[in-house]
């Protein structure tokens, strides 16, 4: 389901730069979230949207910072890239319920050398 | 806060077999269990999910059982195919703070043999 669409799907770059990924999702869901997935961590949260405007920190939000002037996009920025940002990093929406999953893009992969 | 482990890390079977993979967490307030499979390369996706209301949920060859006594809820797959080779995550959430607080487990790779 192409609902939410994260650009690039590849990236590498080096330490110091900034580097900015894209979240657009076309159901109008109110919450989007961004996840990065690494080996024996599973997914981990860094930060959240409840709407527009609306944005907070989730559990390693450090050396991130993320955006939300439109509801369908989220943009997440590593201000200055770091190698142990090294990961693949997940944009995900759900609509604004109790008990509702979470809708996932097919990923970023980023590798900072 | 809430802590989700996953076992096994690794599942192998045989075509035609069950798999089970099991999940435990620790916050009581944890209301909804979602599971999602993720192939090489590609984004999770749910499979099914089951709220605390409900012990039991069963979607053709996939079900899901939780004991919230226990916080502990298990994925079980029946009849494995091939194609059913992927990681697995297990999840629990809640609503806090305002959203929808999800931690996932670590995943289990399973593989189906032909």
């Known amino acids: 389901d192409a609902g939410i669409t994260q650009s690039p799907r590849y990236k590498i770059t080096e330490t110091g730069r900034q580097v900015t990924l894209m979240c657009h999702q076309t159901?109008?869901?109110?919450?989007m979230f961004w996840y990065r997935q690494d080996l024996g961590h599973g997914l981990r949260l860094i930060y959240y949207?409840?709407?527009?405007?609306?944005?907070d920190k989730g559990e390693v939000p450090d050396g991130y910072v993320v955006s939300r002037s439109k509801t369908e996009n989220f943009p997440l920025t590593l201000e200055s890239a770091t190698r142990s940002q090294t990961s693949v990093y997940f944009c995900?929406?759900?609509?604004?319920?109790?008990?509702?999953?979470?809708?996932f893009g097919d990923g970023t992969r980023l590798s900072i050398l | 806060g809430e802590n989700v482990e996953q076992h096994p890390s690794t599942l192998s079977v045989q075509e035609g077999d069950s798999a089970v993979i099991k999940c435990t967490y620790s916050?009581?307030?944890?209301?909804?269990f979602p599971w999602y499979k993720q192939e090489l390369g590609k984004r999770p996706q749910l499979i099914i999910d089951i709220r605390s209301n409900v012990g039991e949920k069963k979607d053709q060859r996939i079900a899901v059982t939780l004991n919230k006594t226990a916080k502990h809820f298990s994925l079980h797959i029946t009849e494995t195919q091939p194609e059913d080779s992927a990681v697995y995550f297990c999840a629990a959430s809640r609503w806090s703070g305002g959203y929808q607080k999800v931690t996932f487990g670590t995943g289990t790779k399973l593989q189906v043999i032909p």
């Open positions: 995900a929406s759900s609509e604004p319920v109790n008990n509702q999953p979470q809708h």
């Open positions: 949207s409840a709407a527009a405007d609306i944005t």
């Open positions: 159901w109008s869901h109110s919450y």
């Open positions: 916050d009581s307030a944890s209301n909804y």
